[in-house]
């Protein structure tokens, strides 16, 4: 059979890279990328979809015999935090629309991203189990914990089959930063390429799990790759890449860029962060599906830069 991809939210931050990997995976003819607005960059078979309207994504669905979806349509951290009912409506209603119309019409897959935002204060902090009790502090963890239970409703009622990470921050060179608690780790590398000084809104200390991108498209493609019965979590998958604080990968920058300047002013992402492990235990998606990451801090550093570097030289 034939697989033909429908990807919500394909113009964020990991939407983007994802689409332009499952278009040379699967033929830029069996993807059909969706987002509120058009994104620049996206070729392919693109439509305008707002996830919350039923019947618009219905049909898209059916008019294209669709057999996956990931779904990444949803408002992050930090932009979330600011109109918490606001995200909680968006972030459910797209995510029950998907699953029912999926159930309804025989999709075979779903992907719906989680978060390290499903862990609150409670967790321990350091190598956070798959298996730990979830009291997310934040509106987005929220929606992330009640999606990971109704991916599991749908999996156990209906057999649908839906599959998720709960990705760290994600750190990419192919888009500007998205409104997560994370997104300094993308900013930052920006700001040292114009010889800029920058301005971190989290302390210098703050250690938290991230993922490079290159890692989390790969995680999130094996994980759909991988055969159905070595699938054991129907909630959500931990992964990790590295653990790191602002301080360490500033001082990483500077081994390239050695006048580059960092001040802190932590603001409202702080109390988030602070919220979140420091580190993830992904053992049981290497169990399961083989998962190991390729990049550690120096070495998507060095990715960040000369990649950053090529787009700067692209576009001036």
């Excluded at 075979?108 to 204060?121: H, L, R, W």
């Excluded at 290159?214 to 129907?234: C, G, S, V, W, Y």
């Excluded at 492990?277 to 992904?282: E, K, N, V």
Aim: aromatic fraction near 12%; hydrophobic fraction near 35%; charged fraction near 20%.
């Amino acid at each position: 059979m034939q697989e033909k991809i429908l990807i919500t939210g394909a113009g964020g931050q990991l939407g983007s890279v994802l689409t332009l990997n499952l278009q040379e995976k699967f033929g830029i003819n069996h993807v059909i990328a969706t987002d509120l607005y058009p994104s620049v960059g996206l070729g392919g078979h693109f439509e305008i979809l707002d996830a919350t309207d039923f019947q618009k994504l219905e049909s898209i669905i059916v008019k294209n015999s669709i057999t996956q979806i990931y779904h990444l349509a949803a408002v992050l951290s930090a932009s979330g935090e600011k109109t918490p009912v606001k995200t909680w409506d968006l972030n459910m209603k797209t995510l029950i629309n998907v699953l029912e119309v999926s159930r309804i019409h025989g999709v075979q897959k779903v992907f719906f991203p989680s978060s390290i935002a499903v862990f609150g204060n409670n967790a321990s902090k350091d190598h956070t189990s798959q298996d730990q009790f979830l009291l997310p502090s934040t509106i987005y963890g929220i929606s992330k914990a009640t999606g990971e239970n109704w991916a599991h409703y749908y999996y156990n009622k209906y057999g649908l089959d839906v599959r998720s990470l709960r990705y760290p921050g994600v750190i990419g060179y192919e888009s500007i930063p998205g409104g997560g608690t994370t997104d300094y780790a993308v900013d930052i590398f920006h700001k040292a390429i114009h010889n800029q000084p920058f301005e971190c809104f989290l302390s210098a200390s703050t250690q938290l799990p991230m993922i490079y991108m290159e890692d989390a498209i790969r995680a999130t493609i094996e994980l759909m790759d991988a055969p159905k019965q070595n699938i054991t979590i129907r909630s959500s998958y931990n992964i990790s890449g590295m653990s790191f604080s602002p301080n360490q990968l500033f001082l990483m920058i500077r081994k390239t860029y050695p006048k580059f300047t960092i001040t802190y002013k932590p603001d409202f992402r702080q109390q988030i962060a602070d919220t979140w492990p420091h580190s993830i235990d992904d053992s049981k998606a290497s169990k399961d599906w083989g998962w190991i990451p390729k990049y550690d801090l120096e070495s998507m550093t060095e990715s960040m830069i000369k990649n950053l570097k090529l787009k700067h030289q692209h576009y001036t």
